[in-house]
Structure formats: structure tokens, C-alpha cells
């Protein structure tokens, strides 16, 4: 049986393939907090969190994304994963997370790091 963690990435997964704004909302409480880069100020809420991920979309086919759960406690959540970009970059991801009970998040923060192109 998938833990709420594995179940969440695969959601955020699913929602990165289809942009879809419900998918994306879905995975987020009401007031979460969302950080694209720690250094960036967050999205605050739902709809500030679909604004933001609908305005630097990834197309559809443009990427893949490898990933494992290295640290899961209670609704503390630590994923490492590689996204792929073959046309241009690949990077290594590192996301803190915490989820509501209802296995939404209630803030996500992604750390990446480029590395180099392999072509």
C-alpha cells in the first residue's frame, strides 16, 4: 500500500503531465505554501500556488522526472528526484514537504540543481 508521500508525488506527477489547474489544486490545502526555489517568496493558497505553476509550465513530452521518498516521518516528507529536459538541461531535485492529514500538502519547498547536459 502506497504511504500518503508516494501517493502525493504521484499526483503532483500526473498534474505536471497534464497542467490540468484541478489536478494541480488538488494537491494543495486551502493555505498552503509553495516555494519553487527557498529563496523565492511563497505562494500562499490554493489558487496563488495554480497561478504560479500555470504561469512557468513545463509542456507536456518536454521532460521526465525520477524520484524516491528518502525521509518519511509522520507529515514530514523529504524527495530526491531528476528531472530531465532532453532538449536542453537536466537537474537534481531535493523537495521538503508537509502533508495535511488528508495527504495534501501544506508546504512544498524545492531545492534543484543544474547539471550538465547529456546529449
Known amino acids: 500500500m502506497a504511504s500518503n508521500a508516494e501517493n502525493w508525488v504521484a499526483g503532483y506527477v500526473a498534474a505536471w503531465e497534464s497542467n490540468d489547474p484541478e489536478q494541480i ?47 518519511e516521518d509522520g507529515d514530514f516528507v523529504v524527495v530526491q528526484g531528476r528531472t530531465e529536459y532532453p532538449a536542453s538541461k537536466d537537474y537534481l531535485n531535493l523537495w521538503i514537504l508537509r502533508l495535511a492529514d488528508d495527504g495534501r500538502a501544506t508546504e512544498f519547498t524545492e531545492w534543484y540543481m543544474a547539471r550538465p547536459h547529456e546529449s
Open 25 to 71: 489544486g488538488a494537491l494543495f490545502t486551502d493555505d498552503a505554501r509553495y516555494l519553487p526555489n527557498p529563496d523565492d517568496e511563497p505562494r500562499v493558497g490554493r489558487d496563488a500556488i495554480v497561478e504560479g505553476w500555470l504561469e512557468d509550465l513545463d509542456e507536456p513530452g518536454t521532460w521526465s522526472f525520477e524520484w524516491h521518498i528518502v525521509h
